[in-house]
């Protein structure tokens, strides 16, 4: 089992940058790609950004967030990160690490989530 704990949230204004951070432990070694995700108030979770463990492949994003989001991950420290630059209030949300471990083909370990709120 993989334990994610996301950090990082907090309240900004339109135009700000923050940075969340996912710090994975437990069986960590089966892990092969990180994601996060996003719901809002009344709308279904959906997917942000992905990054393979491995960098195996390219980085995927959701069109709502590419050219401002960024995924990076530090493998030394099992963190990954995710760069939010230009916020709109529209990126308010709680954010969700996840992760694939081997076997499963969806997300199967899941963080608690960070509120991120962006005032106009």
């Known amino acids: 089992q993989v334990q994610l704990v996301e950090s990082g949230g907090g309240l900004v204004q339109a135009g700000d940058s923050l940075r969340l951070s996912c710090a994975a432990s437990g069986r960590t070694f089966s892990v092969y790609v990180m994601g996060w995700f996003r719901q809002a108030p009344g709308k279904s979770r959906e997917f942000v950004a992905s990054?393979?463990?491995?960098?195996?492949?390219?980085?995927a994003y959701a069109d709502s967030v590419k050219g401002r989001f960024a995924i990076s991950r530090d493998n030394a420290q099992m963190t990954v990160y995710l760069q939010m630059n230009s916020l709109k209030p529209e990126d308010t949300a709680v954010y969700y690490c996840?992760?694939?471990?081997?076997?499963?083909?969806?997300?199967?370990?899941w963080g608690q989530g960070t509120q991120v709120t962006v005032s106009s």
């Open positions: 990054i393979s463990w491995s960098g195996d492949s390219t980085n």
């Open positions: 996840a992760a694939k471990t081997s076997g499963s083909p969806s997300y199967n370990s």
